[in-house]
């Protein structure tokens, strides 16, 4: 059904991953519609590629159980504790994720809403640098009606270089509320 839809649309698949990244962060910009999520199916459709996208473990239950599970979902509990003790961050319980399988593609959308975000949410970049695995930039632009993942970043530690990197790869693309998209400006300069 994505895929009808999408090409009904006149959509494309510009952009693949490469075939020898078996473990990355895949992180997907412009969000500003649900209509994102139908096409961004679509796309890891026809790229044949095994995505998985965290959730709250309490998500997965009946009647969301299946569902979540078949579109690539991943649960997590969100009251896990350390070695220490302490409640575990999301980071840390996300980048853990990637030493317990052999290939994990983890897609996050950093704007974190559909509504307008000046701000990111940069949790993506210290979930790829605690895990040393790459940075995947995928990409729904509506100005071509075209998808993919073009740009692939190893993270340096070197934080506002490697995101101005990223903001200047997204900065011209369109979302389908182009109102509501925005880079982070503050880690564009």
Sequence with gaps: MFILIFKLFGWKVTHYLPDGI???????????????????????????????????????????????????????????????????????????????????????????????????????YYVALKAKVPIALAFIDYDTKSTGIDTIIYPTGDFKKDMKQIMNFYKNMKGKNSNNFSVDMELSE
């Design 22 to 124: 078996k473990k990355c962060v895949i992180i997907v910009a412009p969000h500003t519609s649900n209509w994102d999520f139908i096409f961004g199916m679509a796309t890891v459709k026809l790229m044949k590629l095994q995505q998985k996208f965290v959730i709250k473990k309490e998500w997965i239950k009946f009647p969301f159980k299946r569902l979540f599970l078949s579109l690539g979902a991943l649960p997590i509990d969100r009251n896990k504790k350390n070695k220490e003790g302490e409640k575990s961050s999301a980071v840390e319980t996300m980048a853990e994720l990637f030493h317990h399988h052999e290939t994990l593609r983890l897609v996050i959308t950093p704007e974190g809403t559909r509504s307008k975000r000046e701000k990111w949410k940069t949790g993506f």
